[in-house]
């Protein structure tokens, strides 16, 4: 069993899987720091003055906090996209170099010049 456990972790689709979710993690702390340091002012200031993640709606005593959600509306769809182009640069680059290891289409063997003669006769004979 710990062979087979071994096995298991060695194979590249598990270690990949580990680094994507790393390297996932740490771009999600990039990506909240850009919505929350940059672009959520922004909308603020185009807002009113308001922060977005304080934006909220009473109702009762209950405050709904929609301006969290906004926010990360917003994470989620950069995320989405930065993914979005990185996956589609990677298959672009699969599929060039697939096209480049495909074997160029073998050139027909030249025709023997006797096999020529008596098919250009045979054309000839059909037309009248």
Do not use: C, H, W
């Amino acid at each position: 069993m710990i062979k087979e456990f071994k096995e298991f972790i060695n194979k590249g689709n598990v270690m990949d899987m580990a680094v994507g979710i790393i390297i996932g993690g740490a771009f999600t702390k990039i990506v909240t720091a850009l919505v929350e340091s940059i672009l959520m002012p922004v909308i603020g200031v185009i807002s009113g003055g308001k922060s977005v993640a304080d934006m909220a709606v009473t109702v009762g005593n209950a405050a709904i906090g929609y301006g969290a959600f906004i926010q990360a509306i917003i994470d989620f769809l950069l995320v989405a996209i930065v993914l979005f182009l990185i996956i589609r640069a990677i298959n672009k680059a699969k599929n060039a170099m697939v096209k480049e290891e495909e074997p160029a289409p073998a050139e027909e063997p030249a025709v023997p010049e006797d096999i020529a003669l008596l098919t250009e006769i045979r054309d000839l004979l059909k037309i009248k």
